[in-house]
């Protein structure tokens, strides 16, 4: 297995590349409704029916400490005609102050000229020299990185994913927000950070030369290490942040996002443009799914889904297919597909069999979906037959997952440890053990197709796919809750190659 990526064109720039709560640990004490404000610091639908087993036990969440009825069976199970309709969009400017609710007729926004990632137009019209993808002779990657938050600090860490070392740390919000979720673009230069507790999204820029001096210095003022946290709003690789109009308290406040990497350009030899896309609870039990402008903050369009089923909180996972399309994964309940590819926007809903117990979720690189049940099997949705197929010898409370290009990585709790699972034969291949393992939350694949594994206790594992045992163990301090894209590897594994 080739442990160092060589030769992509579009990952020749430095690359910064930083899954996806239980019924969410920590407490939630907010109960507030928030308006939506953007601070740029720059400038019916229908279902899917499905089986539900006749035969349930019951299981107590470790995070919400409520029970819930699980099915016992992990066999294959399959689905009705999925119902697909246009949803109620709204498409909001640079003020989010003046939003107006349509019919979603037309997409007032594009992903781009191009939804692949695969044709472009060269403007100086020279010879196209570089495709998504191409080998360019360009060496190794320079930079890596994983973003893990800190929930109970409200930062988070950014950590060099080939030294070991955590190289700055940034302050999510002024205080008590739970960050928990984080998701890197494409070329690694930003990462999106959402807070369950207070409703709003922050955005950093990765390398130097993204950042903004605001107070006009003439040098950029961010963090240089893991102790040099500045005070929040001072840090000036924060690009932007959003204050939604989720419906208030913790359960609702933005959990699954995921980016898309935006428009081929061949001229810079890089995507641009990219969006990205994350969704939080609305009042009157509907879910908002927003896409924004990557760079700006500037919120682009809400699709409006009502009567979302994700047993009371936030879509929890998000991920992107090869197709560009954004999938969402709710708690035991739904999950989605945003049709992005259709004009107008469409919204594909389907819920999953009640035994499959989805927490964590990813799509691999085939475009399929995976979920981590808890407690339930690992399973997996053909998005082509729309069957299900769960993992046999899984079941547990699953938590973080991710999909590299021959397996699946999960993480368990009860017992706690690694758990391997064959993508393509969709069998269990083991339970790896981590000493010490406190409880296993989230999973990612770093550049290099390295998997990294965060405990939430306050420490992260480097893997080599083909050397388990032999992972390394890095402290990060802070209590970890994640269950997202922290290095931009689901990202990546679904783009040209």
Same mark, same amino acid.
């Not at 083991?430 to 405990?455: K, M, Q, R, Y």
């Given at each position: 297995?080739?442990?160092?990526?060589?030769?992509?064109?579009? #990952?020749?720039?430095?690359?910064?590349?930083?899954?996806?709560?239980?019924?969410?640990?920590?407490?939630?004490?907010?109960?507030?409704?928030?308006?939506?404000?953007?601070?740029?610091?720059?400038?019916?639908?229908?279902?899917?029916?499905?089986?539900?087993?006749?035969?349930?036990?019951?299981?107590?969440?470790?995070?919400?400490?409520?029970?819930?009825?699980?099915?016992?069976?992990?066999?294959?199970?399959?689905?009705?005609?999925?119902?697909?309709?246009?949803?109620?969009?709204?498409?909001?400017?640079?003020?989010?102050?003046?939003?107006?609710?349509?019919?979603?007729?037309?997409?007032?926004?594009?992903?781009?000229?191009?939804?692949?990632?695969?044709?472009?137009?060269?403007?100086?019209?020279?010879?196209?020299?570089?495709?998504?993808?191409?080998?360019?002779?360009?060496? =190794?990657?320079?930079?890596? /990185?994983?973003?893990?938050?800190?929930?109970?600090?409200?930062?988070?860490?950014?950590?060099?994913?080939?030294?070991?070392?955590?190289?700055?740390?940034?302050?999510?919000?002024?205080?008590?927000?739970?960050?928990?979720?984080?998701?890197?673009?494409?070329?690694?230069?930003?990462?999106?950070?959402?807070?369950?507790?207070?409703?709003?999204?922050?955005?950093?820029?990765?390398?130097?030369?993204?950042?903004?001096?605001?107070?006009?210095?003439?040098?950029?003022?961010?963090?240089?290490?893991?102790?040099?946290? @500045?005070?929040?709003?001072?840090?000036?690789?924060?690009?932007?942040?959003?204050?939604?109009? *989720?419906?208030?308290? /913790?359960?609702?406040? =933005?959990?699954?996002?995921?980016?898309?990497?935006?428009?081929?350009?061949?001229? #810079? +030899?890089?995507?641009?443009?990219?969006?990205?896309?994350?969704?939080?609870?609305? =009042?009157?039990?509907?879910?908002?799914?927003?896409?924004?402008?990557?760079?700006?903050?500037?919120?682009?369009?809400?699709?409006?889904?009502?009567?979302?089923?994700?047993?009371?909180?936030?879509?929890?996972?998000?991920?992107?297919?090869?197709?560009?399309?954004?999938?969402?994964?709710?708690? @035991?309940?739904?999950?989605?597909?945003?049709?992005?590819?259709?004009?107008?926007?469409?919204?594909?809903?389907?819920?999953?069999?009640?035994?499959?117990?989805?927490?964590?979720?990813?799509?691999?690189?085939?475009?399929?979906?995976?979920?981590?049940?808890?407690?339930?099997?690992?399973?997996?949705?053909?998005?082509?037959?729309?069957?299900?197929?769960?993992?046999?010898?899984?079941?547990?409370?699953?938590?973080?997952?991710?999909?590299?290009?021959?397996?699946?990585?999960?993480?368990?709790?009860?017992? +706690?440890?690694?758990?391997?699972?064959?993508?393509?034969?969709?069998?269990?291949?083991?339970?790896?053990?981590?000493? =010490?393992?406190?409880?296993?939350?989230?999973?990612?694949?770093?550049?290099?197709? *390295?998997?990294?594994?965060?405990?939430?206790?306050?420490?992260?594992?480097?893997?080599?796919?083909?050397?388990?045992?032999?992972?390394?163990?890095?402290?990060?301090?802070?209590?970890?809750?994640?269950?997202?894209?922290?290095?931009?590897?689901?990202?990546?594994?679904?783009?040209?190659?």
């Amino acid at each position: 297995m080739q442990k160092t990526s060589i030769g992509k064109c579009w #990952l020749a720039l430095p690359l910064a590349v930083g899954l996806a709560a239980c019924g969410d640990s920590g407490s939630a004490n907010s109960t507030g409704t928030a308006g939506m404000t953007q601070s740029t610091d720059d400038p019916t639908v229908g279902t899917t029916a499905s089986t539900v087993p006749t035969t349930t036990g019951t299981a107590t969440d470790p995070d919400t400490q409520g029970s819930d009825s699980i099915g016992e069976t992990t066999t294959t199970s399959t689905t009705s005609p999925t119902t697909t309709i246009s949803p109620t969009s709204t498409s909001t400017g640079p003020d989010p102050s003046t939003t107006t609710t349509t019919t979603a007729t037309t997409t007032t926004t594009t992903e781009g000229t191009t939804t692949d990632g695969t044709t472009g137009t060269s403007t100086t019209g020279n010879p196209v020299m570089c495709e998504p993808g191409d080998g360019m002779g360009m060496g =190794p990657i320079e930079k890596s /990185f994983i973003w893990i938050p800190s929930q109970d600090l409200s930062d988070v860490a950014k950590v060099n994913t080939q030294t070991l070392v955590e190289v700055a740390r940034y302050r999510t919000g002024p205080g008590g927000n739970s960050p928990s979720r984080t998701a890197v673009s494409a070329d690694g230069r930003f990462v999106v950070v959402n807070n369950r507790e207070t409703g709003n999204s922050s955005m950093f820029a990765a390398n130097v030369e993204d950042c903004v001096d605001k107070n006009g210095n003439g040098m950029i003022d961010t963090s240089q290490n893991k102790n040099d946290v @500045r005070p929040w709003m001072a840090d000036e690789c924060l690009r932007w942040h959003i204050q939604w109009p *989720f419906a208030g308290g /913790f359960s609702n406040g =933005p959990r699954g996002v995921t980016w898309t990497p935006g428009t081929w350009d061949y001229d #810079l +030899c890089k995507y641009v443009n990219p969006k990205v896309w994350l969704g939080y609870n609305a =009042p009157g039990g509907a879910a908002h799914f927003v896409r924004i402008d990557g760079e700006t903050g500037t919120v682009e369009e809400t699709i409006n889904v009502p009567n979302w089923n994700g047993q009371g909180y936030a879509p929890y996972g998000g991920a992107l297919d090869p197709e560009f399309r954004p999938w969402f994964g709710g708690l @035991r309940g739904e999950f989605l597909r945003i049709n992005t590819d259709q004009n107008p926007i469409t919204v594909t809903r389907w819920t999953a069999p009640f035994n499959i117990q989805s927490y964590g979720f990813t799509v691999d690189g085939d475009g399929n979906p995976w979920f981590a049940g808890c407690s339930g099997p690992v399973s997996t949705f053909d998005a082509d037959t729309e069957q299900y197929t769960s993992v046999p010898g899984t079941n547990a409370c699953y938590r973080g997952i991710t999909a590299d290009k021959d397996n699946v990585w999960i993480a368990s709790n009860g017992p +706690c440890a690694l758990t391997q699972v064959d993508r393509a034969t969709k069998t269990l291949v083991a339970n790896h053990n981590t000493n =010490p393992c406190s409880t296993a939350i989230g999973l990612s694949v770093d550049a290099e197709d *390295f998997v990294w594994l965060v405990d939430q206790e306050g420490w992260a594992w480097k893997i080599d796919p083909d050397n388990v045992a032999g992972m390394q163990q890095v402290q990060v301090p802070g209590s970890h809750y994640v269950y997202s894209d922290m290095t931009g590897g689901q990202l990546l594994s679904i783009l040209p190659m």
